[in-house]
């Protein structure tokens, strides 16, 4: 599975983004997914994640209230909508997907994640 993402780019404080990340496999709608982002000289963070349905999310509490995550399986996409931007949500962003799983849970680590997409690149400026 190869997965894309996209809708990066550079914001203004208070500016909004969505994100994008396209599978390349059908099986990943049955898979768990995810986002975590990476900042200059910082460790990979998680970010928020969805059950292979939809119907369940978790988001950091950094960015509860201002992200929100969704998926929409019939277009083998997640995406990540992205308000109230701030200094220091300015980061490359990853998607991730689980192997097909058999249960109706998030995954929040990302070690429980097989598969990761490239980047994209978030700027947020003050």
């Known amino acids: 599975v190869q997965l894309q993402a996209s809708g990066g780019g550079l914001v203004q404080a208070g500016g909004s983004l969505r994100l994008s990340c396209a599978a390349s496999?059908?099986?990943?709608?049955?898979?768990?997914m995810g986002w975590f982002r990476q900042a200059p000289g910082k460790e990979r963070e998680f970010v928020a994640a969805?059950?292979?349905?939809?119907?369940?999310?978790h988001v950091a509490s950094s960015v509860e209230g201002r992200f929100t995550i969704s998926r929409d399986n019939a277009k083998d996409r997640m995406y990540l909508q992205m308000n109230s931007l701030k200094p220091e949500d300015t980061a490359v962003y990853y998607c991730?997907?689980?192997?097909?799983?058999?249960?109706?849970?998030?995954?929040?680590?990302?070690?429980?994640?097989?598969?990761w997409g490239q980047g994209t690149l978030v700027t947020v400026s003050s």
């Open positions: 969805i059950n292979w349905g939809g119907g369940s999310t």
């Open positions: 991730a997907a689980t192997r097909p799983v058999v249960h109706n849970l998030v995954v929040i680590t990302a070690r429980g994640y097989d598969y």
């Open positions: 496999a059908r099986t990943v709608s049955s898979s768990a």
